[in-house]
């Protein structure tokens, strides 16, 4: 038998490339090589004949590409998020989705703490200080930060990686709040107390987002929520773009509303270099990096591509985002 074709939209890690080549059923593995991913038009091209698709979260696949590729069996997301598919689509068409949850909870939760810190105590300013040769003295009044230790952190969804992130503030004496959308008892072993939005929003030295991207949750952080936050804190975006309002960010940051953010992911994205974000001293913002370790990198890799396999297998996947089409 010549195996089946298989599409991967850009060059992920080599271990999850030799799983799908070293498979037996598949014949060939179509490799977007391209820095860039495709567009809309390539990316139609790319998976014609194809039987499973390995994606990433900056392609958009969507009931009209999915008709287009009615040989596709299993759209394999190399992402925790998926909501750059449409998966409601998806299942109308038998189309399995699948994600890489839990694999990159710690490694997101770590950057996010990273972002805080840097953050909190100016770091990129103190970098870019040292190298524009302007260090001519310790300075009683330089670069004054903020304290973490003792700090009151605000997570906003106490999910898998939202609770990673409340176990590093504890270990730092922070005191902790969370929104969550179900009370969970871990919440007590991490020392965590519920709050609304807007309490949580009012009492945090920084707020740190941990919610998926869904209309509930599109522009959930606009111009209301950053005015209830204290002039003193930092807002920290490992989530996704659209969950706070750019704009009104921008503006809050040029107000003084907040003091500062730090955001591993914006909208738009990529931000280009004269955006107004880029303009700010206390904006910091890091380009979608969150889950980037050489270790969880490689693990992603391996388990999309293990996922696709499955689907192509006729088994059920570790991780699938629409069970109901197994059925
Ligand atoms: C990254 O943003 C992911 O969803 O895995
Ligand atoms: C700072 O370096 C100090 O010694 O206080």
């Known amino acids: 038998m010549a195996g089946v074709t298989v599409a991967v939209t850009r060059a992920i890690p080599e271990a999850g490339l030799d799983r799908l080549n070293d498979a037996p059923e598949i014949g060939d593995v179509r490799l977007w090589a391209d820095d860039l991913p495709p567009d809309p038009e390539e990316l139609v091209a790319l998976l014609a004949g194809c039987a499973g698709a390995l994606t990433l979260l900056t392609d958009q696949i969507d009931a009209e590409i999915l008709d287009r ?3 596709l069996r299993v759209v394999s997301n190399y992402a925790v998020g998926y909501d750059n598919i449409d998966v409601e689509a998806a299942t109308e068409r038998g ?3 699948c994600n890489t949850p839990g694999i990159l909870t710690e490694t997101t939760a770590d950057l996010a703490f990273a972002l805080l810190m840097a953050s909190a105590r100016r ?3 103190g970098v870019d200080y040292v190298r524009a040769g302007r260090w001519q003295t310790w300075g009683p009044r330089l670069l004054l930060g903020q304290d973490i230790h003792g700090a009151t952190l605000g997570i906003v969804g106490l999910g898998r990686i939202g609770q990673a992130v409340a176990a590093r503030a504890r270990g730092f004496g ?5 929104t969550a959308r179900h009370e969970d008892p871990v919440a007590d072993e991490l ?3 519920y709050r609304d939005l807007d309490d949580l929003l009012r009492e945090a030295d920084f707020v740190s987002l941990h919610v998926d991207l869904s209309p509930e949750t599109t522009g959930m952080i606009g111009a209301d929520e950053l005015a209830l936050m204290k002039p ?3 807002l920290i975006n490992t989530a996704r773009g659209p969950v706070v309002d750019t704009g009104a960010l921008v503006e809050a940051l040029r107000e003084g509303t907040i003091a500062g953010a730090a955001l591993d992911v914006t909208d738009p994205e990529p931000l280009s270099a004269d955006h107004p974000l880029l303009a700010l001293p206390n904006a910091l913002v890091v ?3 969150a889950s980037a370790t050489v270790a969880t990198r490689d693990r992603m890799a391996t388990v999309a591509a293990d996922n696709l396999l499955a689907v192509l297998r006729g088994r059920r996947p570790e ?3 629409n069970p109901e089409i197994l059925a």
Do not use: D, F
Request: proline share 12%; aromatic share 0%.
């Open 174 to 178: 922070m005191r902790i709040l969370a």
């Open 69 to 71: 590729v009615p040989g």
């Open 95 to 97: 189309v399995a989705v």
């Open 191 to 193: 020392g965590v107390e």
């Open 123 to 125: 770091i990129p300013e």
């Open 287 to 289: 380009p979608h990096i």
């Open 319 to 321: 991780h699938i985002v």
């Open 232 to 234: 003193t804190a930092t």
